[in-house]
């Protein structure tokens, strides 16, 4: 079992960044890959990007690759997403995931990630 909180959320004007968090607790996060998702008013949650548990193996959606960056520090039992050149689009609550443990690579598939964090939200203004 592994705990998620998210942070690093606000408002930010177009063009600008934000950088995200999401520490961990419980079991080891290092044999966790990660994911981020996000959710807009109105839309379904979507994929953003995936790191494998040792962050040798990174993917990103095609809206945000350029973008976005995405890291871990398994020493700190933290995942980040530094997210640059926001657009108005790119508002949404944002959402950290762990896959089961064992599981090492990351997945764009939000049905096979276990544990959820609580969200935090972004808000671009344009």
């Known amino acids: 079992q592994v705990q998620l909180v998210e942070s690093g959320g606000g408002l930010v004007q177009a063009g600008g960044s934000l950088r995200l968090s999401c520490a961990a607790s419980?079991?080891?996060?290092?044999?966790?890959?990660m994911g981020w998702f996000r959710q807009a008013p109105g839309k379904e949650r979507e994929f953003v990007s995936t790191?494998?548990?040792?962050?040798?193996?990174?993917y990103y959606a095609g809206s945000v690759k350029g973008r976005f960056i995405i890291s871990r520090d398994n020493a700190k039992n933290t995942v980040y997403l530094q997210m640059n050149s926001l657009k108005p689009e790119d508002t949404a609550v944002y959402y950290c995931?762990?896959?089961?443990?064992?599981?090492?690579?990351?997945?764009?598939?939000?049905?096979?990630?276990?544990?959820w964090g609580q969200g935090t939200q972004v808000t671009v203004s344009s």
């Open positions: 995931a762990a896959r089961p443990p064992f599981y090492r690579s990351g997945s764009s598939d939000q049905n096979d990630y276990d544990y």
């Open positions: 419980g079991r080891t996060f290092g044999g966790y890959a």
């Open positions: 790191i494998s548990w040792g962050g040798s193996s990174i």
